[in-house]
């Protein structure tokens, strides 16, 4: 069973740049005859927007996706994470750090993927007593690869690339990369289609998945939507919320970002059955890189 997934931040409403994220991992995983599912990766409490989450929710049943199953919040997954995290801590996997980032700046001598690889200061020496401490995975000399279905192939060096990354902040909230691997190995989700700006990310949630013993999803990373700046469509860069009407149109739209085939009547179709033309003759390789 192909299981997909879309989960979106509840930091504002959902825009343009969502919907083709939503659009392609729906008719993926629909295409396929599988299951897609919604989580609302909500982790992240200080990034929290109040109503967003009903928002979106009511946004994608407006625009015609149907989920499978009921709707996961990460805010309530949070015992999950803790023993995961508990598993990782006996296998002297993750170990606890105490310093700031001016501090990993300064003391860094190493540039990655992201800025400063952090040093090992915390590994090597004792913690700043009574500070509080987030918790970081111990990352090795390996190589982590894998072949994007949109971006080709992709490989960090964990160690020079990345670094010991932070799994659970000092102020107690855990992080994406870690509650986002345990949420697709415990929902089974087995094709992740989401954008370009995760791409990074995806090396670092593989290392945590084999260390788990979890199975690694097939992954396919869109391009993204850009401003008129150049800048990726967001809540920070002001992108407008998508319209509660025309509705076909803004689908249509999105199908033709997403390079995929209409038929020549395609703004007069009902949204049901534009829904069941883009599920049809949905082709995941029509999507290049840019």
Same mark, same amino acid.
């Given at each position: ?44 409490? @200080?990034?929290? =927007?109040? /109503? %967003? ?5 009511? *946004?994608? &049943?407006? #625009?015609?996706?149907?989920?499978? !199953? ?119 989700? @087995?094709?992740? =289609?989401? /954008? %370009? ?5 995806? *090396?670092? &949630?593989? #290392?945590?998945?084999?260390?788990? !013993? ?77």
């Amino acid at each position: 069973m192909v299981v997909g997934r879309f989960a979106p931040s509840p930091t504002g409403p959902l825009h343009f740049g969502s919907l083709v994220a939503a659009v392609a991992s729906y008719c993926d995983a629909k295409s396929r005859g599988g299951q897609w599912l919604l989580r609302i990766e909500d982790v992240d409490q @200080t990034r929290h =927007v109040a /109503g %967003a989450s009903e928002a979106i929710i009511h *946004t994608l &049943q407006h #625009y015609g996706f149907v989920w499978d !199953g009921e709707v996961v919040y990460q805010s309530q997954r949070s015992e999950y994470y803790q023993t995961v995290l508990q598993q990782l801590r006996q296998r002297s996997l993750a170990y606890p750090c105490t310093c700031s980032r001016k501090e990993i700046t300064d003391s860094s001598t190493l540039l990655g993927i992201e800025g400063a690889i952090y040093p090992g200061t915390c590994l090597q020496h004792p913690t700043k007593p009574g500070a509080a401490a987030a918790w970081r995975i111990q990352t090795d000399a390996q190589t982590i690869s894998f072949q994007d279905l949109i971006q080709g192939h992709q490989q960090h060096h964990m160690a020079s690339d990345i670094g010991d990354f932070v799994v659970k902040r000092a102020d107690g909230l855990f992080s994406y990369q870690l509650a986002v691997v345990i949420d697709d190995a415990l929902q089974g989700v @087995t094709h992740v =289609v989401r /954008g %370009a700006d995760l791409l990074n990310s995806t *090396t670092r &949630q593989i #290392y945590l998945q084999q260390l788990l !013993g979890y199975p690694t999803p097939i992954y396919a990373h869109l391009p993204l939507v850009l401003n008129a700046d150049g800048q990726k469509l967001s809540k920070q860069t002001l992108a407008t919320a998508l319209p509660e009407d025309n509705l076909v149109d803004t689908l249509v739209a999105a199908l033709t970002f997403l390079q995929q085939a209409l038929p020549k009547n395609a703004q007069s179709l009902s949204l049901a059955n534009l829904w069941q033309w883009a599920i049809t003759h949905w082709q995941l390789p029509k999507i290049t890189s840019a």
